[in-house]
């Protein structure tokens, strides 16, 4: 049978949507998924997401990575299925929906700009070298220098397959600071097992670490990924941040057909 997908891409974080509203998707597919993901056999992307029904809730968020394995949060992913939502007709401007880690608010505006409410970060671990947290996905960040030469798919496998994070591993950001309020970010992610252009629930990870780590004073913190550029606010009450932000772009790419 033949599906229609679309493509949308979140500062060069890409994703193959699909309307699963009428239950129509082998979720169980593993190999499809993947499949479809592949950039050389398939339609290619960093993951795929299904837009699905919810009795209490807008819709459902459903995300794999490009392994083909349904994952944790996705935070530019979660921005591009709410202008995916828009486009459909389900949402207007603003909505809230569900995903893996709980429900999500989000806006978006006539330009395609998508600002999303992240979980609460209620911890943040600090070691000498590193900082870890969970913003919907586990995140390790690093302050590195010369970022734009850094062997970000080298070290960013060793560490997310060491034993510092078991078999589910973790994904990981390299920083460098640029102003008192801007970070460049490269990110490794688990699922994709390659530097992606941008990672949203990473961004936000680096955001928040960096406060944390007296590295900005700032509540508003723009992030420059290979992609472009995000923001992150929030609100801090010591280590526990609420009201977390990520906004950007969320754009449509191209709409097709796929038999399966």
């Known amino acids: 049978m033949q599906y229609t997908f679309y493509k949308y891409q979140g500062t060069g974080n890409d994703f193959v949507m699909i309307d699963n509203r009428k239950d129509i998707f082998p979720k169980n597919d593993t190999k499809l998924v993947a499949q479809l993901c592949d950039r050389k056999f398939g339609i290619g992307a960093d993951g795929l997401i299904l837009l699905e029904n919810d009795n209490n809730a807008d819709f459902r968020m459903v995300y794999y990575n490009s392994d083909g394995n349904e994952s944790s949060m996705c935070g ?5 299925l709410v202008a995916f939502a828009k486009m459909l007709g389900v949402i207007d401007d603003e909505t809230n929906f569900i995903a893996t880690d709980g429900p999500h608010y989000a806006t978006v505006d006539d330009e395609g700009i998508v600002s999303l409410q992240m979980k609460d970060v209620n911890s943040v671990s600090v070691y000498e070298h590193y900082v870890f947290l969970d913003t919907g996905s586990p995140h390790h960040v690093e302050i590195v220098e010369e970022l734009d030469k850094f ?26 600071p640029e102003e008192e309020d801007t970070f460049a970010v490269r990110t490794y992610e688990r699922g994709v097992e390659d530097e992606t ?6 961004v936000t990870a680096v955001a928040i670490a960096m406060k944390v780590l007296g590295k900005t004073h700032a509540n508003e913190v723009r992030l420059n990924t290979q992609g472009g550029e995000l923001k992150v ?4 009450n010591d ?22």
């Open 197 to 202: 252009l941008s990672c949203g629930t990473g």
């Open 76 to 80: 530019n992913g979660g921005r591009c």
């Open 151 to 176: 062997n970000v798919k080298g070290i960013g496998a060793s560490i997310r397959y060491s034993d510092l994070y078991g078999e589910k591993g973790s994904n990981i950001n390299f920083v460098s």
């Open 233 to 236: 606010s929030f609100k801090q």
């Open 239 to 260: 280590k526990r941040f609420t009201d977390v932000f990520l906004t950007g772009p969320a754009t449509f790419v191209f709409k097709g057909e796929v038999e399966w």
